[in-house]
């Protein structure tokens, strides 16, 4: 031992501080190494935790670049669908003018058919009036022909056709008779 240093008892004493304090130390040591563990751990779950919120939200975002997308197509189907409906109701619209035209053009052949209709009664009417003329006509023809007189003169009326010529005299005898009688013909 050297003079005037430690002797054993306070090298001993001071090995044992010293162990002991090692042995602190190393439970310290121990412990600041189970929570850096734990703190790890933890750390591993939050930066988990952290992973699947980020792969959540970009789900998330690529669903609502999806759903933008969609509603985007969507906007340019109802634009689409719009100009669609414009063109068809400008084609209504112009259906609808040329309904009121052939309407208009429908009244007017009534109106012409109204009028033709009308005229053809009145010609119906004339017909039959001239057809009642010509029965009545046809009747006096009838009566005459059966008449005696008609039949006494008979052997005239050929003699004048076998004679041309005596018919235009006959005619022009008849003409100066109604002249002279007052009865122009």
Known sequence: MLPGGP???AK???LEATLEGLKKCETLAFQYLDELERERERAGAAETRA???SAEALDRLSALARERERADEAERVLAGMGERAAAQEARADEAERA???MRERAAAQKARAD???RAFAGMRERAA???ARA???EARADAMEMSTSWRITAPLRRLVDAFPRLQGALRRGRRMVAVALGRRR
């Open 99 to 101: 309904l009121a035209g």
């Open 129 to 131: 009036a001239q057809e």
């Open 115 to 117: 009028e033709a209709e």
């Open 135 to 137: 029965d009545d006509w």
């Open 7 to 9: 002797s054993t008892g």
């Open 12 to 14: 001993q004493s001071l």
């Open 51 to 53: 992973a699947q919120a």
